[in-house]
């Protein structure tokens, strides 16, 4: 594979893909709210007592950026990184659901206007390949085996939470957020340091 590169950051990526992934998800539910935890604050004090009588299901959603080549043209590509992997294999266990959301767009432009969105399932086994190529043949095509983990419809997505997110109360929601992120960076202690630091999914709160 030739040298690829991001064009656009995380960030970036999120203000598009957020929008989108809550108006798929106000489809089966009342109230959809995307956080980005700090603990001193969605998970601070506060917030705990205000929503103390509260109880919710939780998605998490990781944006990920599409990298271009200078050599083909054609391709965006796309790595999902180890880290991801594993953040994404503890909220198996937690009981929240964490996928992936790529924007299938070649400059700032295509961002505009609700792009085509690779929407990921990130059950990848240890040893998988991490680095892929999507080709532009009048419509992206991701190659396999990623084109294996693509929800390929919103019911996908509603069923993926129907069968694996739990119900959770805030301080159940905070103690989860903080494995996720500790085991995402193969640590076996709670660090507010380590926590403020690389990846971390969106989180949307459902009722």
């Known amino acids: 594979m030739s040298k690829v590169t991001s064009f656009i950051g995380e960030h970036t ?3 598009t893909i957020v929008p989108m992934f809550k108006k798929i998800l106000e489809e089966e539910f009342e109230f959809v709210v995307p956080i980005f935890p700090w603990m001193t604050r ?4 506060i917030s705990q007592l205000v929503h103390k009588n509260d109880e919710f299901k939780i998605i998490g959603l ?3 950026r599409p990298k271009l080549s200078t050599k083909e043209a054609d391709s965006i590509f796309i790595k999902i990184s180890e880290q991801i992997i594993l953040g994404a294999r503890s909220g198996q266990v937690q009981g929240i659901p964490i996928i992936g959301g790529l924007p299938l767009v070649r400059n700032f432009w295509e961002l505009s ?3 085509e969105c690779l929407w990921l399932n990130l059950d990848f086994e240890k040893g998988a390949k991490l680095e892929y190529q999507i080709k532009f043949e009048n419509s992206f095509k991701p190659e396999k085996p990623l084109s294996e983990k693509v929800l390929t419809s919103y019911n996908e ?3 993926l939470i129907n069968k694996k997110s739990r119900i959770f109360d805030i301080n159940n929601a ?4 903080r494995k996720i992120k500790m085991e ?3 640590l076996d202690f709670y660090s507010r340091f380590a926590y403020m630091g690389g990846y971390k999914p969106i989180y949307f709160l459902l009722k």
């Open 13 to 15: 990526v999120e203000l």
């Open 42 to 45: 969605e998970g601070g004090i």
């Open 62 to 64: 990781y944006p990920r």
């Open 113 to 115: 206007n609700n792009p």
């Open 157 to 159: 997505i509603h069923q």
């Open 174 to 177: 905070i103690e989860a957020f």
């Open 184 to 186: 995402s960076m193969n």
